[in-house]
């Protein structure tokens, strides 16, 4: 409800997996069909906040399920994990985030394939470890 309210929240993004090794032998098996993926970063981050905030003092911010809040989707986690060798990045996606344009204008990666998988392994990355 909350991310039909505010369309703003509404954090998904569709994401093509790579062909198996084996779609070389069988071309046909090439195209993976893509998923939806739904990070609702904002909108898991309000509700987090609004649990932490008021729910020891009213129980409409008590929600049952509030241990099922996947970890932030941001730039710093994925950073952070990286740092630790949690997740690795290929050589050229690397090159990409590290190289000398990206760090003198301070920017994120742009919105795509490699945003996405990005984001997706470092929450993947929290779920295995908490």
Do not use: H, M
Request: hydrophobic share 45%.
């Amino acid at each position: 409800e909350l991310c039909d309210t505010f369309p703003a929240f509404q954090d998904v993004a569709l994401y093509t997996p790579p062909a198996p090794a084996a779609a070389a032998a069988a071309p046909e098996q090439q195209q993976q069909q893509p998923i939806k993926v739904f990070f609702l970063r904002k909108a898991q981050s309000l509700v987090a906040d609004l649990g932490a905030r008021f729910g020891s003092e009213d129980e409409r911010f008590r929600w049952a399920d509030a241990d099922r809040i996947s970890a932030d989707s941001g730039a710093t986690l994925p950073a952070v994990l990286r740092q630790l060798g949690v997740i690795t990045y290929s050589v050229e996606l690397a090159a990409a985030i590290d190289g000398p344009q990206q760090q003198q204008q301070q920017q994120d990666l742009p919105q795509g394939p490699d945003d996405r998988a990005i984001r997706a392994a470092a929450v993947a990355a929290v779920d295995e470890v908490v």
